[in-house]
């Protein structure tokens, strides 16, 4: 399912209008993506959580010249399943 589809689903589960569902959507992509940006965890119990992780800085190779190379210290985000949604797609 990608996010049109979403979009579709919810306008007519909901009965509303494809451009109320859009706003929906997109509403609340957009607040979990400002949660984790602030370095909230998000949650929605039973389906799955999305939090950041942070890596400190290290020294790494360049693997065509195998020059050293310093990366920077980074955040991503991922993903963790909840139980009853791993229940539900392993039946």
Known sequence: M??????EALREEAGI????????VN?????MSNAMANGDRV??????????????????RNPK??????????KLPFFKFGK???ERVDK
């Open 43 to 60: 949650e929605i119990r039973g389906f799955c959580s999305f939090y950041v992780k942070q890596y400190k800085a290290y020294r790494g």
């Open 84 to 86: 009853e949604l791993k």
């Open 65 to 74: 010249t195998g020059e050293k190379v310093e990366i920077k210290p980074k």
């Open 2 to 7: 990608n996010k049109l589809e979403l979009v």
């Open 17 to 24: 209008t494809k451009n109320e569902a859009e706003v929906v």
């Open 27 to 31: 509403m609340v992509f957009d607040e």
